[in-house]
């Protein structure tokens, strides 16, 4: 399954966001054997249209689709020198498939910090500064290898030796390699397969005091005006206060917590779905008296691959598929309702399963 990486220097609230998304309340209820690896957790992604969905046909179980967090503590300037723990956790990031970067932008002399006044676009650079060091060194690598190539008129190699050339250029700039002005295919394509840290979709986490949990504060305001020009999300969140809401099990009791603080929800629900956005995945639906679930697909995908996702057999002998609109699915209340109004539409293999859709397939065994 897809994983998003937790990262950032010590002491910015990694570990306490970690431990409220993977509290008790949270942990998906069908990966119990996820808390084996302390440092990975599975955890439901809350998701309102399930829950109307279960509130129409009342099945007697909801299973929510899940994401996976993998917390990747150890980064320190000079990760990439090498140094035992900076390159283990280089190695960590390379396996994840996005990034949730945390920032300090909470004032509390508590907390050390080893590097001054809290600057969360100084703590941004010194982080992304060794990935792309990383990234330069694997580029570098492969420029070795094609170089000769591309000089004796190879056409493939010469494509690629430009790529990483511009790749390279915009690295040294301490820029991130997807951010890469105008990339063609063709230049995303030479560099697919060294993986590179800073190609990975990046979420940034504003970690605030309390008392900033409704408007920014110079450090989120500084930090959304130097990754303004990047398409990246930043959320402003106070790790201490959702590490209290995860341990209230009781849902009543939450919600009013969470209203004395002013929220509709808790910032990790906002956080589990960011994530999942950020992994570019989307979400359809089975319905039926036995259970209401939500199955996580890619974007893009058809309709037999996304039979898959429940088994295999399904994606064999996939005949066709039966798909009700959300929407519509709410104004009718049933199956039987939708399909006498015209609202259940039969697709074939070639169907790209939209969010929301609620799917029933047909195949053969
Ligand atoms: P990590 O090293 O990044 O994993 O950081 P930790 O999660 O261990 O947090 C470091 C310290 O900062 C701990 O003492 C936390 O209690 C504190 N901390 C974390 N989040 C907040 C916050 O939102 N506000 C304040 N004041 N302290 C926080």
Redesign the pocket.
């Known amino acids: 399954s897809l994983k998003c990486g937790i990262v950032?220097l010590?002491?910015?609230?990694?570990?306490?966001?970690f431990s409220a998304l993977t509290s008790i309340q949270n942990v998906a209820a069908n990966y119990e054997f996820a808390t084996i690896d302390p440092n990975i957790g599975i955890v439901d992604v809350p998701d309102s249209r399930l829950y109307a969905l279960a509130e129409i046909v009342k099945p007697q179980k909801i299973v929510h689709t899940t994401v996976e967090f993998v917390d990747i503590?150890g980064l320190v300037k000079g990760a990439s020198k090498g140094g035992g723990r900076g390159n283990a956790f280089l190695a960590n990031i390379r396996e994840v498939d996005a990034i949730i970067h945390?920032l300090r932008c909470?004032d509390?002399d508590n907390?050390v910090r080893s590097a001054g006044p809290v600057n969360p676009v100084s703590d941004k650079e010194v982080v992304e500064m060794e990935l792309q060091l990383k990234d330069l060194e694997s580029i570098e690598k492969k420029i070795g290898r094609v170089e000769r190539a591309a000089k004796s008129g190879d056409s493939k190699a010469k494509v690629e030796f430009e790529a990483l050339k511009r790749y390279k250029a915009h690295l040294e700039q301490g820029k991130n390699a997807r951010t890469l002005p105008d990339a063609t295919e063709e230049e995303k394509e030479a560099v697919k397969d060294l993986f590179l840290l800073t190609m990975k979709p990046v979420l940034y986490v504003a970690?605030?005091?309390e008392k900033y949990l409704h408007e920014d504060n110079h450090h989120v305001k500084a930090l959304r005006e130097a990754v303004k020009n990047e398409g990246a999300e930043v959320l402003r969140i106070?790790?201490?206060?959702e590490a209290q809401i995860a341990e209230i099990a009781d849902k009543e009791e939450r919600k009013m917590f969470l209203k004395e603080y002013g929220l509709e929800e808790s910032g990790l629900d906002v956080l589990i779905r960011a994530a999942y956005k950020l992994l570019n995945l989307i979400t359809y639906f089975t319905a039926g008296e036995k259970e209401v679930r939500a199955w996580t697909i890619e974007r893009g995908w058809k309709a037999p691959q996304a039979a898959g996702v429940i088994h295999s057999d399904f994606e064999r002998g996939f005949i066709k598929a039966e798909v009700i609109k959300f929407t519509d699915f709410m104004q009718y209340k049933s199956e039987q309702a939708c399909k006498e109004a015209g609202k259940m539409a039969m697709q074939g293999k070639d169907y790209v399963v939209e969010d929301g859709d609620i799917m029933h397939f047909r195949f053969n065994v």
Do not use: M, R
């Open positions: 950032g010590p002491n910015v609230g990694k570990s306490t966001l503590a945390v909470f509390d907390v970690n605030v005091d106070c790790a201490a206060l």
